[in-house]
């Protein structure tokens, strides 16, 4: 069965340094999403992706926060320099339409910034 | 009005027994109305989700129940089973515009069936 796979399942860095987390999406998917969950908190929406752009962001995403689509297979989100409050784990989701389809979620990446 | 608020926060049930999580939400934008589950070290899973078109839908010992007028959405697991221990979430997304796909999940709420 197809699953949305994540590199790497643990990160950890220091304050200030860029992480690049990396997800490969269902191949025949054509949208593209990020969530992070807080430990013991819900899982919040950061940003979707369609079409090589950015959909929506929420308040979360700034401008420390991009995401790419480098090649055909995988989809990338860049935290430029981490802050504490950046730990969390971080979800990359795909679906294959928009309205209402179901969104299958990767394992996520642990990321604990020091 | 972007939130969805989920109660309990924590539910225990024995075999057997009925398990029920209730939502809320104010966004009348809101048009999809998913139900995931997630287990320790997982990502959340699909369960179950409905439209606002129908007042019920069921699938084996889940059913969502929906009530459009009190914008309230219920999870009920009948029979529940020590396999159904896991965390639940109730989310929402909006009908229109590029925030169609956009999930807004409620706080989770973590279920354990006692054998």
């Known amino acids: 069965e197809p699953e949305v796979t994540q590199t790497p399942s643990h990160q950890v860095t220091q304050m200030g340094q860029e992480v690049i987390l990396r997800c490969v999406p269902i191949s025949n998917h054509l949208y593209f999403y990020w969530y992070r969950q807080i430990l013991g908190q819900k899982v919040e929406f950061l940003v979707s992706?369609?079409?090589?752009?950015?959909?929506?962001k929420s308040e979360i995403f700034d401008d420390q926060f991009s995401v790419e689509r480098p090649d055909g297979s995988n989809f990338t989100l860049k935290i430029r320099s981490t802050k504490l409050e950046d730990s969390a784990m971080y979800f990359c989701a795909s679906s294959v339409g928009w309205a209402g389809d179901e969104q299958f979620f990767g394992p996520g990446t642990r990321l604990t910034v020091l | 009005q972007q939130q969805v608020k989920q109660s309990p926060q924590s539910l225990i049930v024995q075999k057997g027994g009925i398990s029920i999580i209730n939502c809320a939400y104010e966004n009348t934008a809101f048009d999809y109305f998913p139900w995931y589950q997630q287990f320790p070290g997982k990502g959340p899973a699909l369960l179950i989700a409905?439209?606002?078109?129908?007042s019920e839908k069921k699938e084996g010992r889940f059913t969502i129940s929906f009530n459009k007028s009190a914008k309230q959405f219920s999870l009920h697991i009948m029979d529940s089973q020590p396999g159904d221990s896991a965390t639940y979430f109730c989310?929402?997304?909006?009908?229109?515009?590029?925030?169609?796909?956009?999930?807004?999940f409620g706080q989770g709420t973590i279920l354990t069936v006692h054998p």
């Open positions: 409905i439209r606002p078109d129908v």
């Open positions: 989310a929402a997304s909006p009908a229109g515009g590029t925030s169609y796909g956009k999930l807004t």
């Open positions: 992706f369609y079409n090589n752009e950015i959909s929506e």
